[in-house]
Nanobody, 123 residues
Framework: VQLQASGGGLVQAGGSLRLSCAASGRTFSSYAMGWFRQAPGEEREFVAA????????YYADSVQGRFTISRDNAKNTVYLQMNSLKPEDTAVYYC?????????????????WGQGTQVTVSS
């Protein structure tokens, strides 16, 4: 599976962005997908995850209620809708695929990673 993240950019605090992650490979629909982020000088952190069916979603406390993860298996794409953005959301955002469909918060459990897309939120 190859993953291509896009949709990042510069936005003012309180604004919104939608990230997309396009996957190649016919097994995409059987994988859980996750979004992670890494700010400069910080460790990578979990943001959100979704099971293959879309029936279960998980969020980090810091984004709960502001971000929404979704997927369209027909388009081999997973999305991250980010609303009410804050300067502390500034980071490179990565999408990842988990063949075990666990949708874990642990990045080490994901086998495939996209290249990342930069999100910058100005105050």
């Amino acid at each position: 599976v190859q993953l291509q993240a896009s949709g990042g950019g510069l936005v003012q605090a309180g604004g919104s962005l939608r990230l997309s992650c396009a996957a190649s490979g016919r097994t995409f629909s059987s994988y859980a997908m996750g979004w992670f982020r890494q700010a400069p000088g910080e460790e990578r952190e979990f943001v959100a995850a979704i099971t293959w069916s879309g029936g279960s979603t998980y969020y980090a406390d810091s984004v709960q209620g502001r971000f929404t993860i979704s997927r369209d298996n027909a388009k081999n794409t997973v999305y991250l809708q980010m609303n009410s953005l804050k300067p502390e959301d500034t980071a490179v955002y990565y999408c990842a695929a988990d063949p075990q469909d666990i949708a874990t918060i642990k990045g080490d459990e994901y086998d495939y990673w996209g290249q990342g897309t930069q999100v910058t939120v100005s105050s």
